[in-house]
């Protein structure tokens, strides 16, 4: 694995965990409040689904890249090194053509929805930060999550579509990731 391969995935990580941390403890707020005070914080389940959305987009291109996502290998690992590296080739093009799809009409629907707002940034501007008016988020910032997610995924899939494209021409196998190098 490259250093950038490996600064990306550290970079990712990160983002990844404090969002997570960011998300569970807004849960344990709102279980206090409701549970313990009944009173129950109605933007709590709201920023927690929009912070969800994220992390599982986000998380793709990390869970490929370490071979977390389910693949059928079967038919790959029982053909010759060149039709293997083929058959990889012709799935990652289509994966990626699929991407190409989510990342158009991803984006079509994340500025058709910029005209809705968040109810729950209003409620936490002024019921918790004290601010005035009304904070006016786009629900764009929530629906983005689809093109950019697939963009970092269909950067992973590019890069293995390359290695594959070389494997073929040197007729070795390609190499698919989920080894151990790729779960440090």
């Known amino acids: 694995m490259t250093a950038l391969a490996r600064a990306y995935r550290m970079?990712?990580?990160?983002?990844?965990?404090?969002?997570?941390?960011?998300l569970f403890a807004v849960m344990c707020i709102q279980v206090f409040f409701?549970?313990?005070?009944n009173d129950s914080l109605i933007w709590a389940e709201e920023v927690c689904r929009y912070l969800l959305i994220w992390v599982s987009f986000l998380a793709c291109g990390v869970a490929w890249q370490r071979g977390e996502i389910a693949a059928m290998r079967i038919?790959?690992?029982?053909?010759?090194?060149?039709?293997?590296?083929?058959?990889?080739?012709?799935?990652?093009?289509?994966?990626?053509v699929l991407l190409g799809f989510l990342i158009v009409y991803g984006w079509r629907y994340a500025v058709f929805s910029g005209g809705q707002t968040m109810p729950a940034a209003d409620f936490i501007w002024i019921d918790?930060?004290?601010?005035?008016?009304?904070?006016?988020?786009?629900?764009?910032w929530v629906y983005v999550a689809i093109p950019v997610g697939a963009a970092l995924l269909g950067l992973h899939i590019a890069v293995h579509l390359a290695g594959c494209a070389a494997s073929l021409a040197s007729g070795t196998a390609p190499a698919f990731p989920g080894g151990p190098e790729d779960m440090a």
């Open 128 to 140: 918790v930060l004290g601010g005035e008016g009304s904070a006016n988020m786009s629900l764009f």
């Open 34 to 37: 409701r549970y313990g005070l």
């Open 11 to 22: 970079l990712m990580v990160a983002v990844l965990g404090a969002m997570m941390a960011i």
């Open 75 to 96: 038919l790959v690992e029982a053909v010759p090194a060149r039709a293997a590296a083929a058959l990889a080739l012709v799935a990652d093009a289509a994966v990626l």
